[in-house]
């Protein structure tokens, strides 16, 4: 008898679906985003192809953020080691939180070398940004119970201090903090958890600093009031050092540092969401590094490939901990391991090729030319501020900040993002060149230009 296994039936083929790429993505999902299909070969660096139309785009916004050395670096695209190992990774998905491997290991030493903090040892990996923010609540939640019992206090209902203009996430605890566009949370439950205004500052810093005290001495007095008003419930204090949905809202080192000090007094953690400024974006791996902060806790995502928290310094203060006590927090995966693969190779050529101090240097040319550009039209350009290459600037309408957008993507080319009500921001590669930075800022500047040339219809629109 044959032990050969049968020839299966020839398959016959699916037709060939009608209608573009979009198209028939639109049957199922809802397509909202840039009218456009990327090709995943031929993207290089900071140039984003349409596979459709053949068009190549300036990406100046690295899918929001989270493209840290571009497209198809060549280092991970060009190297058939790298690829190699990111198909092994591949091939299976394990359980991180309970099977170690030798690529998890080398992500995990890598990341604290490129990235870590003596004073936050404690790491945990999940996939997301509002995940890895959920789980630094959680981490600030469960070290506040703690210590209302090692003081004989009454174990009740805890919150997380918080801005306006914030964008924290769109899950469960996250989206109690999230108010910036209304259409993202409302009739959604959530936390009435105490929340102050933001001191945003305005640019340039010197014109606008009694106005930025005086809003920092309103916030910090509506801190303290929470926190007297909710004896022992306040966790932690979470704020981004740069609010990047809610307008590229920058927040002073002054006014941070002042509520780290409240959050002491307070007993409650001092939780920093860099999701959004972490990883070089701002010139250093971590925004808070340039601003004197000591945060207890910091949730990470976007350019690390994968989201988390690193913690330490007052969240060793109470035993157990999350970090101590096993099951408190977890997830199935804890962070995919392709995406750890994928970022130390990314770690590895940020740290070799020193690309953060490249994002310093580069952001400076970067806000120089926005500066000129609001200075040679200054009815129309303002408040042109950066940190490293989270740059951005003011229209002054949402309808001329839309029409910007719209002329920059199908005039020019380039792909920038709006953010909060009036305002354009930037989020280049760290691999950006300086000719493709020029190449920006003629064309911004071409786009507003041709705006202040023009007329404007009744309704505020430009004609």
């Known amino acids: 008898m044959s032990t050969t296994a049968p020839t299966p039936p020839p398959q016959s083929r699916a037709p060939a679906a009608e209608g573009s790429l979009r198209d028939r993505l639109a049957r199922?999902?809802?397509?909202?985003?840039?009218?456009?299909?990327?090709?995943?070969?031929?993207?290089?660096?900071?140039?984003?192809?349409?596979?459709?139309?053949?068009?190549?785009?300036?990406?100046?916004?690295?899918?929001?953020?989270?493209?840290?050395?571009?497209?198809?670096p060549p280092q991970l695209a060009d190297d058939a080691d790298a690829l190699a190992e990111l198909g092994r990774a591949a091939v299976n998905k394990p359980a991180n939180s309970d099977l170690c491997t030798q690529p998890l290991v080398d992500f995990v030493e890598t990341f604290a070398r490129v990235l870590g903090d003596p004073a936050l040892p404690h790491l945990f990996f999940v996939e997301g940004g509002a995940l890895a923010v959920e789980n630094a609540l959680k981490c600030a939640f469960d070290w506040k119970h703690g210590h209302n019992e090692q003081h004989g206090r009454a174990l009740g209902p805890v919150s997380a201090l918080h801005l306006t203009t914030a964008f924290h996430g769109r899950s469960g605890y996250t989206m109690s903090m999230t108010n910036t566009d209304p259409k993202k949370t409302d009739g959604?439950?959530?936390?009435?958890?105490?929340?102050?205004?933001?001191?945003?500052?305005?640019?340039?810093?010197?014109?606008?600093?009694?106005?930025?005290?005086?809003?920092?001495?309103?916030?910090?007095?509506?801190?303290?009031?929470?926190?007297?008003?909710?004896?022992?419930?306040?966790?932690?204090?979470?704020?981004?050092?740069?609010?990047?949905?809610?307008?590229?809202?920058?927040?002073?080192?002054?006014?941070?540092?002042?509520?780290?000090?409240?959050?002491?007094?307070?007993?409650?953690?001092?939780?920093?969401?860099?999701?959004?400024?972490?990883?070089?974006?701002?010139?250093?791996?971590?925004?808070?590094?340039?601003?004197?902060?000591?945060?207890?806790?910091?949730?990470?995502?976007?350019?690390?490939?994968?989201?988390?928290?690193?913690?330490?310094?007052?969240?060793?203060?109470?035993?157990?901990?999350?970090?101590?006590?096993?099951?408190?927090?977890?997830?199935?995966?804890?962070?995919?391991?392709?995406?750890?693969?994928?970022?130390?190779?990314?770690?590895?050529?940020?740290?070799?090729?020193?690309?953060?101090?490249?994002?310093?240097?580069?952001?400076?040319?970067?806000?120089?030319?926005?500066?000129?550009?609001?200075?040679?039209?200054?009815?129309?350009?303002?408040?042109?501020?950066?940190?490293?290459?989270?740059?951005?600037?003011?229209?002054?309408?949402?309808?001329?900040?839309?029409?910007?957008?719209?002329?920059?993507?199908?005039?020019?080319?380039?792909i920038v993002l709006p953010s909060g009500s009036v305002s354009v921001r930037v989020r280049p590669a760290l691999t950006i060149t300086d000719a493709e930075i020029d190449e920006a800022l003629t064309a911004i500047t071409r786009a507003i230009g041709d705006l202040e040339a023009g007329t404007l219809e009744e309704d505020g629109r430009p004609a």
């Not at 916004?61 to 571009?70: C, D, Q």
Request: hydrophobic share 40%; glycine share 10%; net charge negative.
């Open 28 to 72: 199922h999902m809802l397509v909202d985003g840039f009218p456009l299909v990327v090709d995943l070969g031929l993207s290089r660096g900071s140039r984003l192809v349409d596979r459709e139309s053949g068009r190549r785009y300036l990406d100046l916004h690295m899918s929001f953020a989270a493209n840290p050395l571009g497209w198809n």
């Open 188 to 414: 959604f439950p959530f936390f009435a958890w105490p929340r102050i205004d933001a001191p945003v500052m305005r640019f340039p810093v010197a014109e606008h600093d009694e106005r930025t005290r005086e809003m920092e001495g309103r916030s910090l007095a509506q801190a303290e009031r929470a926190f007297l008003g909710h004896p022992h419930q306040i966790a932690c204090f979470i704020a981004e050092p740069v609010q990047g949905e809610g307008g590229d809202n920058h927040l002073s080192a002054r006014f941070l540092q002042a509520m780290q000090l409240l959050c002491h007094e307070h007993d409650a953690l001092f939780v920093l969401d860099e999701v959004q400024t972490g990883v070089g974006g701002t010139g250093t791996a971590w925004a808070y590094q340039q601003l004197g902060l000591e945060p207890d806790v910091v949730a990470f995502a976007k350019k690390v490939q994968l989201g988390g928290i690193m913690a330490g310094r007052r969240v060793d203060d109470v035993e157990p901990n999350v970090f101590t006590r096993s099951g408190r927090i977890n997830s199935t995966w804890g962070g995919g391991l392709v995406d750890m693969v994928r970022s130390r190779r990314i770690l590895e050529v940020i740290e070799q090729e020193d690309l953060f101090a490249r994002a310093r240097t580069a952001g400076a040319r970067l806000l120089a030319g926005l500066q000129d550009l609001e200075r040679a039209h200054p009815d129309l350009v303002g408040n042109a501020r950066g940190r490293g290459l989270m740059c951005a600037f003011d229209l002054p309408t949402p309808a001329l900040r839309d029409e910007v957008v719209r002329r920059l993507f199908h005039r020019e080319q380039v």
